[in-house]
């Protein structure tokens, strides 16, 4: 793993692989203290992806919705979602924070969620 950690596990996983649904990666980083993170990647896959290697390198993932409407179900869940830098939110809990990359784009097509 060397003295800058790095990634332990990671795979597609989620619910039905429909083109309909999103389906996320999950990767799990080990840092040099000892602390995990997971990173979630969200967008929608075409139907039948099992692995990173198998979305075309001309895929474009359709829309997941509208900005703020993104923003609105996670402040839903979370109602201390810190959205006031508008590329990283942040959810921070008792010994848990999540940050939520969404990037500038509208309607977003993916975000990652990085756990820790």
Do not use: C, K
Not at 8 to 13: D, K, N, S
Not at 67 to 93: K, L, N, Q
């Amino acid at each position: 793993m060397g003295t800058q950690g790095g990634l332990v596990g990671g795979g597609l996983m989620g619910g039905p692989m429909s083109g309909d649904r999103p389906n996320w990666h999950i990767g799990v980083r080990v840092g040099d203290s000892g602390l995990m993170s997971l990173d979630f990647f969200l967008q929608h896959l075409p139907v039948g992806i099992r692995s990173v290697e198998d979305i075309p390198a001309d895929y474009e993932p359709g829309p997941i919705g509208a900005r703020a409407a993104v923003v609105d179900s996670i402040r839903t869940v979370f109602p201390t979602f810190d959205f006031s830098d508008p590329e990283w939110g942040r959810i921070e809990g008792d010994g848990f924070s999540i940050e939520v990359n969404l990037r500038g784009e509208d309607p977003v097509r993916g975000f990652a969620l990085h756990v820790r």
